[in-house]
């Protein structure tokens, strides 16, 4: 899973650099920002720009990631591209997660 | 010269044959989207397509070729009509538990941040996103039969 994370004024960012979260590597992709956010701040943004797909099971494992990084920790998402985007809104999904159009918009509203 | 079929025409049924494994969805919607490319879907028919088969052909490398057990052949046959892509998805593994489609339905957001569910949204997807959705089981043969209305044609 090849991911990026990095903190800015106090906002863990994490940049998926992959084009698919699917069944292939749900497993990976939850263990790796597991451990990359182990000492993060409050608030993490999940950065989806460069993913063009999500599966079910990638779904499963951005909700098994926002449980497991609560109560502490908050995560958000930002930059759903229109395959991922309509993935949240069919399961209701999109309903639970907060999200943002791009991820600077979401490192704005965590300023406000 | 481009030999781009027009957008009247209609594409010649196809078959696609990978082998159960970890990357087997992954190179079958590669396989089938190569196939499909001529008729130019859009970016939401893509994704419409891309989940049902991605979810259907999960669900027979998770359960009707467990891990546990030996690998087996997934075939997927597709046809282009006026009404949209008709698939059939077979393989040779494990029956669908009773030999019935899952309900898929969906779990409600509305309950504690604990019990939000992550998983389950499989069948829902496919039953959302696709048509006539059938399930034969026949000499130990399982069949998914189904209807992605997209790519209509006059």
Redesign the interface.
């Known amino acids: 899973m090849e991911l990026q994370i990095k903190t800015e004024s106090n906002v863990c960012i994490v940049s998926i650099h992959e084009s ?1 979260i ?3 590597v749900a497993l990976d992709f939850k263990e790796a920002v597991r451990q990359g956010t182990l000492d993060a701040p409050a608030e993490v943004v999940l950065d989806l720009t460069q993913v063009g ?1 999500v ?3 990638g ?3 951005i ?2 990631t ?2 497991h990084l ?2 502490e920790r908050r995560l958000v998402l930002a930059g759903l591209t ?2 991922v985007e ?2 949240f809104r ?4 999109d ?2 997660f907060q999200i943002h159009l791009t991820l600077e918009d979401a490192l704005r509203a965590q300023c406000e | 010269m481009s030999l781009k079929v027009a957008q009247a025409d209609m594409l010649e049924p196809f078959v696609v044959k990978v082998t159960s494994g970890p990357l087997a969805v992954r190179k079958a919607l590669e396989l089938v989207f190569d196939q499909l490319s001529p008729l130019t879907l859009d970016v939401e028919e893509t994704s419409t397509v891309e989940l049902v088969l991605a979810e259907a052909l999960n669900n027979i490398v998770e359960h009707a070729y467990p891990p546990a057990d030996a690998s087996g052949p997934v075939h997927i046959n597709i046809r282009h009509c006026k009404d949209g892509l008709h698939v059939q998805l077979r393989d040779r593994g494990r029956a669908m538990p009773d030999h019935k489609l899952p309900k898929g339905q969906l779990h409600s957001c509305d309950v504690d941040f604990s019990d939000l569910p992550e998983g389950g949204f499989g069948w829902f997807l496919i039953k959302d996103l696709s048509r006539d959705v059938e399930y034969t089981r026949l000499d130990g043969e399982n069949r998914l039969k189904l209807r992605i209305a997209v790519a209509f044609r006059r």
């Open positions: 698919r699917d069944a292939a797909f599966d079910s099971s779904l499963g494992a909700v098994a926002m449980k609560a109560p229109p395959p309509k993935v069919l399961t209701r999904m309903s639970v």
